[in-house]
């Protein structure tokens, strides 16, 4: 977190925004508030023991606060606890997109090299059902993030991630021609446009939790909905939207991981793959980012509950370059 330090026993002060807050009681019957503080550099756990609303104001998700408390070590991560909270005024001079976590690049961006591959689709019955799902779900894709928490849950994340895949894909068709390439960045460019209904999302870019219909069916058969809907709007074959559907099902490689199906044709298993490696290739780049070189990083619950090593032999300004020639050149 972009705190300003104010004394060597982890006092700090800064502004940041309220990613979720929630009222709790404690045992002995007094009101507090459990809250996920965010900025551009991620986010933190913070307590505000001995709760008063008349004292503190009213505090909801999506606002932006200037706080000052001491960071202190629970359970291998760092906690806030909360001296002082107030929202930000005019005179505070600060804007909600500059404490909200984004990916490197700009929507409009990401979308237009995402359009521009579909454009160069041989298939037209596979460039037509891309386009219009891309069409029906355009101003939230700019925005949206991949996750609520975990991987790529930034603002723009979900393209990001879809256009790190778009890449891959397009490499791996080139090393084995035998690919259907149409299909598989069809399956790439879909598999994941049904989150934009699985989270309660601010026009900040930040997740607040999932949406009933995110927790009752989820992207992965909402998803295979909506391929369904739009390819027969189209007259879409039914063969073409069979696969397509199996890929969206069977994205998750495996039903532990919430398939519908495992993968049963070749275009899915490299989707699935592929997908599986980005997120973890994200989530392990950024955990080990967060501790210093020669350090271990908690358990990661998420990664078989492993601790990451950061080795430091990439600093960040070449990272930075790598992942600007990989995932905006073609």
């Known amino acids: 977190m972009n705190f300003t330090s104010l004394n060597n026993n982890g006092a700090v002060d800064g502004f940041c925004l309220v990613k979720t807050v929630d009222r709790k009681i404690t045992a002995k019957g007094v009101p507090y508030l459990d809250l ?15 709760f008063k609303e008349e004292l503190h104001g009213w505090i909801g998700a999506n606002n932006l606060v200037r706080v000052r408390g001491t960071v202190s070590r629970f359970n291998e991560s760092d906690q806030l606890r909360v001296e002082k909270i107030r929202g930000v005024t005019a005179e505070d001079d600060v804007r909600v997109e500059d404490f909200v976590p984004c990916a490197p690049y700009k929507g409009e961006e990401m979308l237009s090299e995402i359009l521009g591959a579909v454009g160069g689709f041989k298939n037209a019955e596979l ?5 219009a799902a891309i069409a029906e779900r355009r101003e939230r894709l700019l925005y949206w993030p991949a996750a609520f928490k975990l991987h790529h849950a930034v603002r723009g994340g979900l393209l990001y991630h879809t ?3 778009l890449k891959l894909a397009a490499r791996v068709c080139e090393i084995y021609p035998f690919v259907d390439r149409d299909l598989l960045l069809t399956g790439v460019v879909l598999h994941d446009i049904a989150k934009t209904e699985e989270f309660e999302v601010s026009e900040t870019g930040v997740a607040k939790g999932y949406s009933p219909d995110g927790t009752l069916i989820g992207h992965i058969v909402r998803g295979a909905m909506l391929v369904e809907r739009v390819g027969r709007s189209l007259g879409v074959s039914e063969e073409t939207l069979m ?6 099902l069977s994205h998750h490689g495996e039903p532990d991981f919430g398939a519908a199906v495992r993968p049963m044709f070749l275009e899915a298993e490299i989707l699935a793959e592929l997908d599986l490696m980005d997120s973890r290739i994200y989530e392990m780049a950024m955990a080990a980012d967060a501790v210093q070189k020669g350090e271990f990083t908690p358990r990661q619950w998420a990664l078989d509950n492993r601790k990451l090593y950061n080795h430091g032999r990439v600093d960040a300004a070449v990272k930075a370059e790598i992942f600007e020639l990989y995932c905006l050149t073609t």
Do not use: Q
């Open 127 to 131: 460039k037509e059902l891309v386009l």
């Open 243 to 248: 696969l397509v559907e199996h890929m969206i």
């Open 36 to 50: 996920v503080l965010t900025d551009s550099s991620g986010e933190i756990g913070a307590k505000l023991w001995d």
């Open 163 to 165: 256009l790190t895949i």
